[in-house]
């Protein structure tokens, strides 16, 4: 897949490129980076050539994982990270996805990653075919929840031992986005379920 590069008002969503290695490191420093996402703990200089260098291409080459740089426009300094997996395939053009995010502390609470998760959206849904969208996040990562409620996901409960993180599985929420809920068509109709 040709790398894809998204805009919004304020943001620039571009493919990692191994130059942003040095940022990437610094980024994922943070504490709370390493505590509520998946990535290694302590996160060494090789973790992000390695995400940069080997993980990222090979997502794209399959189509199958997307990572992009969230950048400012014009430009400036990484803001974070998001990116969506198909987790499941299905027939033409109903595939499920997953969307997950970081943002560098530094940023935090400017509304960036709900308009980076928000563009993604819409993209994931128009360009790739899926049908839902879902995002998951260890039971107490308030923020990511705060981001995905804000976007419109809806939350759909607790799973038990639903994430790995650091060799000990854990309890996440779950929530899903579908492309009506953006104002979006789908490719099949969607008929809710009845709760009278």
Request: charged letters at 25%; hydrophobic letters at 40%.
């Amino acid at each position: 897949m040709k790398p894809v590069t998204l805009t919004t008002e304020r943001l620039l969503l571009r493919a990692f490129r191994p130059e942003d290695a040095e940022a990437v490191h610094a980024a994922c420093q943070d504490p709370d980076i390493q505590r509520w996402t998946t990535m290694p703990s302590p996160y060494a200089w090789e973790h992000a050539r390695d995400f940069l260098e080997r993980l990222v291409p090979a997502g794209r080459r399959s189509g199958h994982a997307l990572d992009f740089a969230v950048l400012p426009r014009p430009g400036g300094p990484l803001l974070g990270a998001i990116g969506v997996r198909e987790v499941s395939a299905g027939p033409a053009r109903s595939a499920v996805w997953e969307i997950g995010f970081w943002t560098a502390k530094e940023h935090r609470g400017n509304g960036y990653t709900a308009e980076a998760v928000t563009a993604l959206a819409r993209w994931t849904f128009a360009e790739q075919g899926c049908r839902r969208l879902e995002w998951r996040a260890e039971v107490g990562n308030t923020g990511s929840r705060a981001v995905a409620e804000r976007t419109g996901f809806r939350i759909e409960g607790v799973q038990r031992a639903g994430l790995l993180n650091q060799g000990t599985l854990r309890d996440c929420w779950v929530g899903a986005l579908l492309p009506s809920d953006l104002g979006l068509p789908g490719p099949y109709p969607y008929l809710p379920a009845r709760t009278d």
